[in-house]
């Protein structure tokens, strides 16, 4: 029997309150309504989240600092066509005193604002607060709204930066936190398989091993995961109003996004490609690879064989770009994995394999480099760019094959389009490899790419979905962690 001095609730009513609250930057009357209502409800008309909400109320704040532009300035840009890179702003900063920005004085990387914005201080703290407030109720990070905006979309849109960095970090939390329990998953299930494996019914282990090999195919993430369900798994705190049905059509997860292509490698390598002087395609017209790349290939190559007759190491060749560059650096050994059958004939037609030091391997990367680490083949440079595979794999690759492959002193890198048609999921992205990275060992330095503008010369054309959407490219260089430490000590 219900309690009538305890009515049950309008959810229309409550959302439309903690809307209104997130809007109003009210935390007290926030912290009231989540504690029965969800941080992630959404209005009919604008899809706006709470989070939206508490950040659209910024729009009518001018004199709030703006986001730091990842369009680089003019004076960034060098003879050569790149731009410094993040360090060497720091230092010229540091040397040269305050750093001036379009929304006042930048120093020492925080942005502060005139009088006028001085006095509006208070708005933007309030702001900070309701937003992550939302967040550690379970708000979702990467939500969209019918604008097709995450709440960073809106924040950097709108020229707050705090808040832009806010959402990143809370990106950067929630795929990490996912990437660790999918980890957990993979070895409970194989401890399932071990478990039947010895117990009496036979049936059980072979259970646990279908169970394993469908998480390999799945690679962690279904294929159709979205944000409410990715982020609802690790950020939830039981209170969401809001199904799984709901939010399929309006958001889909970083990670899916970010890494995962319109098809999957093993229907890819099955596919028939399509040869252009300026593009390279599949039979469902995904982009390949494109000539708009060259410029970050030449700058790759440069970076990572930067002296003539080193041992490096390319896999995916795709049009040959990088391999070209590589060849005028005059390698002593250059090895080349590739595993669509197409891109193979072509490199046959091009005589790669009559090169001088030219070694073609054909296959996948996962059957060629296990036996170059039996061999003990080392390399100098070593390049990962391949298609229709996601994250999970480049992380693989990184974590258990690079440390085989490469010398003490040589240099890897991989072409960085991890949630490229984003800038908030690059962000994040960039954040969430660096710190995979470092734990796998490496250090990586960043330099900062312009891309021209791809819509503006037509680069889409034909192509079924435009894989990069953002003004700049970060280049990654990793070596080991203390490799410079070493090769000094080695001077001594």
């Known amino acids: 029997m219900m309690n009538d001095d305890h009515p049950e609730s309008d959810p229309e009513l409550e959302a439309q309150l903690i809307l209104l609250a997130a809007s109003n930057h009210n935390l007290e009357a926030l912290r009231t309504l989540l504690r029965t ?58 040397k040269n005193g305050p750093e001036a920005t379009a929304g006042g004085i930048r120093n020492g990387g925080i942005a502060t604002s005139d009088e006028k914005g001085d006095c509006r201080r208070p708005e933007l703290e309030a702001a900070e607060q309701t937003v992550r407030l939302l967040l550690q109720n379970g708000a979702i990070w990467n939500d969209l709204d019918k604008n097709n905006e995450t709440p960073g979309c809106l924040a950097k849109r709108l020229g707050v930066s705090q808040l832009y960095h806010i959402m990143v970090d809370a990106g950067v939390r929630a795929e990490m936190l996912l990437s660790r329990l999918d980890g957990y998953e993979l070895l409970l299930d194989a401890e399932d398989g071990e478990d039947g494996e010895d117990g009496e019914d036979g049936e059980d282990g072979e259970d646990g091993e ?47 996004q970010a890494t995962l292509p319109d098809v999957n490698s093993e229907d890819y390598l099955r596919s028939n490609l399509t040869f252009t002087t300026e593009s390279l395609f599949d039979e469902d017209k995904n982009g390949v690879m494109m000539a708009w790349e060259t410029g970050i290939m030449e700058r790759t190559a440069e970076l990572l064989a930067p002296v003539r007759g080193l041992r490096v190491l390319n896999i995916g060749h795709g049009m040959g770009i990088i391999d070209r560059f590589f060849q005028e650096r005059s390698p002593s050994a250059h090895h080349i994995i590739e595993a669509h059958p197409a891109v193979l004939e072509q490199m046959k037609k091009s005589n790669w394999a009559g090169k001088v030091g030219v070694t073609v391997h054909a296959g996948k990367w996962q059957d060629v480099v296990p036996q170059l680490i039996e061999e003990g083949t080392l390399f100098d440079a070593i390049y990962f760019d391949t298609f229709a595979e996601d994250y999970k794999v480049l992380h693989t690759f990184f974590e258990d094959s690079v440390l085989g492959l490469l010398d003490h002193d040589g240099k890897w890198g991989f072409f960085n389009g991890l949630g490229a048609d984003r800038q908030i999921c690059y962000d ?4 969430v490899v660096e710190i995979d990275l470092l734990e796998a060992g490496y250090d990586v330095d960043w330099e900062t790419i312009v891309v021209p503008d791809l819509d503006r010369t037509r680069q889409w054309e034909g192509i079924k979905r435009p894989y990069w959407q953002l003004p700049i490219y970060r280049l990654p260089v990793c070596t080991f962690i203390g490799r410079d430490h070493l090769n000094s000590l080695a001077l001594v």
């Open 37 to 94: 209502g969800s941080a992630n409800v959404q209005d009919l008309d604008t899809g706006y989240t709470p989070l939206h909400s508490a950040i659209a109320a910024c729009e009518a704040s001018p004199a709030l600092s703006p986001v730091v532009s990842t369009v680089p300035r003019e004076n960034d840009v060098q003879s050569d066509g790149h731009v410094t890179s993040g360090n060497d702003k720091s230092e010229r900063a540091n």
């Open 210 to 256: 279908d169970g394993e090999e469908e998480q390999k195919q799945v690679g962690g993430l279904e294929p159709n995961t979205t944000a409410a369900e990715s982020d609802l798994s690790a950020n939830s705190t039981g209170l969401d109003q809001i199904t799984e049905t709901e939010h399929n059509d309006k958001a889909q997860t970083a990670m899916t």
């Open 428 to 431: 994040v992205y960039t954040k």
